[in-house]
């Protein structure tokens, strides 16, 4: 299944990478602590993060958000170890749960909830998805009526110039990172043709990266 075979992927790329991960993503993966500053979350919300990783953020939201619930969903067993060992080390194992699987079949039964989810997180995960339009119609069925879906990830990177970019694209490509410019144009195309009122869309400088953030209903295109 081609499930299976992008999680053997990442295995494979995060076995040793799990272990540096956090030191050098701080360098380029730049947003994600403006996208949990800007969640707002209230107690009692439930939060999933797709691509969950060494959990970094779910720690930085359990530590922001008091009386949230917390979830990680990651296609990596391996990384998965690593998130493990560093919710146990903040002392948060009882706050957030983790489950490998793949953001294409993502639902709340997942984890054993019978509930919707309130906020489903993309961060920098969704260029690394085979199918990145299945994930986000899977993320809007998981969200409830009032649920929010928010994404940071690489732009197309036009402002830093074919040579500059080139060379970031090249350094990227070490890490198996491959910014995708189709999603940032189809999502930009989607919310100025307001297929959901509340989506916003927010570059940051040189069209680096991209904060989307939009609610049930503006997945639904993805699902048609």
Not at 23 to 32: E, I, Q, W
Not at 88 to 95: C, D, I, V
Not at 181 to 186: A, D, G, N, Q, S
């Amino acid at each position: 299944m081609a499930g299976d075979q992008h999680a053997a992927l990442m295995d494979k790329v995060y076995r040793r990478q799990r272990y540096i991960y956090d030191l050098t993503r701080r360098y380029y993966l730049f947003g994600r602590d403006r996208l949990i500053r800007e969640l707002a979350l209230r107690p009692g919300e439930a939060v999933v993060e797709v691509g969950c990783g060494t959990a970094r953020n779910l720690i930085r939201i359990a530590r922001l958000y008091p009386g949230t619930e917390l979830y990680g969903l990651d296609a990596s067993s391996e990384m998965l170890k690593t998130a493990a060992g560093n919710i146990q080390a903040a002392g948060l194992s009882g706050r957030i749960k983790l489950v490998q699987g793949y953001a294409e079949a993502l639902a709340p039964s997942l984890f054993g909830r019978d509930r919707p989810f309130d906020r489903v997180l993309f961060p920098y995960s969704l260029s690394m998805i085979p199918d990145w339009r299945q994930a986000l119609a899977a993320a809007g069925a998981s969200l409830g009526d009032s649920g929010r879906l928010h994404v940071v990830d690489f732009g197309d990177l036009t402002g830093l110039g074919p040579v500059a970019g080139g060379l970031l694209r090249a350094w990227l490509r070490l890490f198996h990172v491959e910014p995708r410019v189709e999603i940032l144009r189809t999502l930009e195309r989607q919310t100025n043709h307001a297929a959901d009122p509340s989506s916003q869309i927010v570059l940051l400088p040189a069209r680096y990266a991209f904060l989307w953030t939009s609610g049930k209903w503006g997945t639904k295109a993805f699902a048609e």
